[in-house]
């Protein structure tokens, strides 16, 4: 009998909730973004979503807020001024050793943006023994700067190393530095070619480091379960699938809101980002996440290797975790 009524709770929850879509005649439930940066084409998708109706569709008022300080996002939403931060799968075990209660809810970019970038006569990792190289966020960075020099016999030892802020390609073009570590790869190193650099750069990823997700979605650990996150992860989904069908008619819409994307810069990052975008944002690539945790921890980036559960799930799942149990 307690199994049937468990059931039959479970079911009408999730009818309720739906899969996250909000019946028609519901008020629009206003869901605010904190981006990760200014508007740029990392988050094409979410224009999608606005443009091609999938956020209505789905119930949402969705809000797309660039913050004054990029390093904010989480905060803001840890803070209830926020409900999702566009924040970077590499962050996660530092923000949860500080203890701000935020967990993954989907990803916008599942492959690595971050690169190395040198300038000059330096063609190879060795060719940095001796060099300045500058970074922006310590941590992070250092780790996957340890690692990469490493499969070429080179040390952090070897190198100077500075820390340069937020002005990764200013420090380059400058000659402070002979590189950078943390720049992308869809946009400052497009941006440093079209301006006549000669650079060379260098992915994590064929270096030793771990694949991860780039751009993540964060909603603070007492939302993870609200249908509304399910409803713009779905609507994330079918924006994300206009986009691939139809991706200069969505460029042009927003340039039309956005004239300061209507750049050679801009046009060709459109493009080498459209490749990168998550096809299915709620889905949570278990292995890896695990992987990228246990190679902050053998750096010493964080303190501990904290359960997955804790810092990433997959919103659907969760909602299948409950009917599975109810059916027992």
């Known amino acids: 009998m307690m199994k049937a009524i468990l059931l039959r709770l479970a079911c009408l929850l999730i009818m309720m909730g739906g899969i996250g879509t909000a019946h028609a005649a519901d008020a629009p439930r206003r869901v605010n973004v904190i981006l990760d940066w200014f508007l740029n084409a990392d988050h094409a998708a979410l224009l999608a979503a606005q443009y091609g109706g999938a956020f209505a569709r789905h119930g949402l008022d969705v809000h797309l807020i660039a913050p004054a300080d990029p390093g904010a996002a989480p905060r803001l939403v840890a803070a209830g001024q926020a409900d999702l931060a566009v924040s970077y799968q590499t962050q996660l075990g530092m923000l949860l050793e500080q203890g701000i209660p935020l967990v993954r809810v989907g990803t916008l ?3 690595p943006l971050n690169t190395l970038i040198a300038a000059g006569d330096i063609h190879s990792l060795a060719d940095l023994k001796g060099k300045v190289i500058g970074v922006s966020l310590s941590g ?5 700067l340890a690692t990469m020099l490493s499969t070429v016999g080179v040390g952090m030892g070897d190198i100077h190393q500075v820390n340069v802020n937020f002005q990764l390609e200013q420090a380059l073009m400058s000659h402070a530095v002979d590189a950078v570590m943390g720049a992308v790869r869809t946009y400052e190193l497009l941006d440093l070619k079209q ?13 030793g480091v771990p694949l991860n997700d780039e751009l993540v979605f964060l909603a603070a650990r007492d939302h993870i379960r609200d249908p509304w996150v399910r409803a713009f992860m779905a609507a994330l989904e079918e924006g994300t699938n206009t ?3 139809h991706s200069d008619e969505i460029l042009s819409k927003a340039i039309a809101d956005h004239p300061e994307l209507d750049t050679p810069l801009n046009r060709a990052a459109w493009r080498e980002t459209l490749p990168r975008l998550a096809k299915q944002p709620a889905l949570l690539n278990a292995r890896r996440y695990r992987a990228f945790m246990a190679f902050q921890h053998s750096h010493g980036v964080i303190n501990h290797e904290a359960a997955l559960e804790t810092y990433a799930v997959d919103p659907f799942a969760l909602v299948a975790d409950v ?5 027992e």
Not at 195 to 207: I, L
Not at 323 to 327: G, I, K
């Open 323 to 327: 009917t599975s149990r109810a059916q």
């Open 195 to 207: 301006k006549g650099m000669t650079v060379t750069a260098f992915f994590p990823e064929e270096h």
């Open 109 to 111: 970019i599942d492959t």
């Open 140 to 144: 992070a960075d250092d780790a996957m």
């Open 243 to 245: 986009l691939l069908n």
